[in-house]
């Protein structure tokens, strides 16, 4: 697949202002993880809800940090030791998160467009990835609000209220 460059400063500009609003939603989803159910799983399969939101936060740093490198590198990172609840998770991702963002905006329509490998799964335009990471954060997202009440919380409004909300 080709792209311009100016296609691909449009795509970037409109999926960077949705990511503005998932955004915030993905911290209210991580922030409603109770307390004390941080090791939460529905099944041995499945990530605990620390880990699932530290994934969520992390991946999201590895998909822009890549895109804006133009080039990814094995794997995003271990949930460090200092990240223990979803407060802390919240204030890394609030604190790493939103420069990588601002550094994808600072990208030319070239480096945007230009033909990224995926580890050899698939080869797409830059700017192909910052949608990809959008799915992913979504899925994940959901799969967390749907621990929630499980462990005893209550799911936020996400796109409108929730049945929690009212």
């Known amino acids: 697949?080709?792209?311009?460059?100016?296609?691909?400063?449009?795509?970037?500009?409109?999926?960077?202002?949705?990511?503005?609003?998932?955004?915030?939603?993905?911290?209210?989803?991580?922030?409603?993880i109770p307390a004390g159910q941080e090791s939460y799983t529905p099944d041995a399969k499945s990530m605990n809800a620390l880990n699932l939101a530290w994934h969520i936060a992390s991946a999201e740093l590895f998909f822009f940090s890549s895109v804006c490198a133009g080039e990814f590198k094995s794997g995003e990172s271990s949930r460090p030791e200092h990240i223990k609840n979803a407060h802390d998770v919240v204030a890394w991702y609030e604190a790493n998160v939103p420069q990588a963002v601002e550094q994808v905006k600072g990208l030319s329509g070239e480096a945007l467009s230009k033909t990224v490998d995926f580890f050899g799964m698939m080869q797409a335009p830059a700017v192909t990835y910052l949608t990809l990471c959008?799915?992913?954060?979504?899925?994940?997202?959901?799969?967390?609000?749907?621990?929630?009440?499980?462990?005893?919380?209550?799911?936020?409004?996400?796109y409108g209220p929730s049945g929690d909300s009212k």
């Open 1 to 32: 697949m080709s792209m311009s460059a100016d296609q691909a400063k449009a795509i970037t500009a409109y999926t960077l202002a949705d990511f503005d609003y998932e955004f915030d939603t993905t911290k209210r989803v991580i922030q409603a």
């Open 134 to 158: 959008r799915k992913h954060s979504v899925h994940h997202r959901g799969q967390l609000s749907a621990y929630l009440r499980p462990m005893g919380g209550k799911v936020p409004g996400i």
